[in-house]
């Protein structure tokens, strides 16, 4: 069919020509959708501001050759919580970089849209500083190569585990220790997110433990896109600090 109705979050906009927008947005049933969003730059325009990053939307488009067209726009969600607060909207942001660099176009994947919306309601309604390093670790079970927590992911004991390596897909022991070293602490929170103790993981208050798990998260992120995440607060602090 010529046109299709799903729902989606906005990943991001770039500016096409002095009135229109194409428009990168993650659904369930189309996958990545790439849409051009014509006039929403004017001042008229009711839909401009439905479709700016991080928006929840159910949309209709047309389906063009290479960029489809925006027909029509309802809001489900802004999360005006997250939008109003620096400490969550930097997180979304780098789970919706995320999510951009691991979707098709056209390739539907429920399980991560559930996954990215799961995340951003609950960063909305929670806070929990613990969200984006969840995020990490279920969406590369939900790609397939989760990290192994419960063993060394080279010799398969089952611990001490003292260090994670990417490249090793996990926490790894003393006698294979590599990559980032890994505190009981960081290694017990990854454990419970893991294994399903999400909720009780979200409990755990800003420190180190969380600071920690967020770097070791990212990074496999990193490892496995075989790129560098521009929105990390560990990336920007790195970049702006002074020579």
């Known amino acids: 069919m010529a046109t299709y109705r799903d729902t989606g979050v906005v990943l991001r906009t770039i500016r096409l020509g002095e009135a229109d927008r194409i428009v990168t947005i993650v ?23 439905r479709l700016e990053p991080l928006t929840h939307v159910d949309m209709m488009c047309w389906r063009g050759r290479d960029l489809d067209i925006v027909t029509q726009v309802e809001v489900i969600d802004v999360f005006r919580g997250i939008r109003s607060d620096l400490a969550r909207l930097g997180p979304a942001m780098t789970m919706l970089e995320i999510v951009d660099q691991v979707t098709v176009d056209h390739q539907g994947s429920p399980a991560l849209y559930k996954l990215l919306v799961g995340a951003l309601r609950s960063l909305e309604t929670t806070a929990s500083p613990v969200t984006l390093a969840a995020f990490c670790l279920r969406l590369l079970s939900v790609e397939g190569v989760g990290p192994v927590t419960d063993s060394c992911a080279h010799c398969g004991r089952s611990g001490p585990l003292v260090a994670f390596d990417a490249g090793e897909g996990g926490f790894l022991c003393q006698d294979c220790r590599r990559g980032q070293a890994a505190s009981p602490a960081v290694v017990e929170l990854a ?12 409990t755990e208050p800003d420190g ?28 920007v602090a790195e970049e702006t600090a002074p020579a």
Do not use: F
Request: aromatic share 2%; hydrophobic share 35%.
């Open 27 to 49: 659904t369930p049933e189309h996958g990545k959708v790439r849409a051009v969003a014509k006039g929403v730059r004017k001042v008229k325009s009711h839909i401009g501001a």
């Open 208 to 235: 180190p433990t969380v600071d920690a798990l967020e770097r070791l998260a990212t990074s496999a992120i990193e490892h496995h896109l075989d790129r560098r995440l521009r929105t990390t607060r560990y990336h």
């Open 191 to 202: 454990q419970r997110i893991c294994s399903g103790a999400l909720a009780r993981a979200l």
